[in-house]
Structures are given as C-alpha cells and as structure tokens.
Nanobody
Framework: QVQPVESGGGLVQPGGSLRLSCTVS????????MGWYRQAPGKQRDLVAS???????NYADSVKGRFTISRDNAKNTVYLQMNSLKPDDTAVYYC??????????WGQGTQVTVSS
C-alpha cells in the first residue's frame, strides 16, 4: 500500500521554472525507483526522468540539461526541478513508484502549463 502525491504544478511562462515534489506514503520498500512521467492530451505517457534508491538517473533526451531529478530517501520524496520550460513541456506530470516487490503506484498527476 503506497500512495504518491504530487505538488508544485502550475502555469508558467516560456523560459520559466517550476519545481515538482512527490511524497510517497505507506509501506515503502527501500529498494525502489521513483520517476516522473508526463502525458499531454492525445499523447502517450512518457518517461521524463527516473532515479533509483542509489541515485542512478535516467532522463529523456528532450529534458536533458533543463530538468533535474533528485530524491530524499529519508522523506520518501522525489523532486523535479524544471528550468527553461517550453510550451511543449505542457502536460500532466505523474509521479511513479516501483519497487523490487513488484509494486507500482501512480500519483494523481499535477498539471504543468507553459504558455504566454
């Protein structure tokens, strides 16, 4: 029983920044991967970035150099710092938790809109 909850989304102008947070509550397995995915209307849900317990990170090519993922294991929280935002970053951003026990849980999503 795990429940990720995201926060930090909003409306921002192109070139601006947002910081998303996701805190996972419940029974947490230490050996887990947390990630951010995004889905725009009519599009597939795509991986933005992921980070393991040990700190191994994977980014989508489209966000490399602009987004930074990090985590605080003590707080069961993952962050996504988004800089130099572009209109095509507009999407619902979802937090995902997956552990070695085979559990996977999604947050409710937080809307990020990049527009003038």
């Amino acid at each position: 029983q795990v429940q990720p909850v995201e926060s930090g989304g909003g409306l921002v102008q192109p070139g601006g920044s947002l910081r998303l947070s996701c805190t996972v509550s419940g029974i947490i397995f230490s050996l887990n991967t947390m990630g951010w995915y995004r889905q725009a209307p009519g599009k597939q849900r795509d991986l933005v970035a992921s980070i393991t317990r040990a700190g191994s990170i994977n980014y989508a090519d489209s966000v490399k150099g602009r987004f930074t993922i990090s985590r605080d294991n003590a707080k069961n929280t993952v962050y996504l710092q988004m800089n130099s935002l572009k209109p095509d970053d507009t999407a619902v951003y979802y937090c995902n938790y997956a552990d070695v026990a085979g559990r996977s849980a999604w947050g409710q999503g937080t809307q990020v809109t990049v527009s003038s």
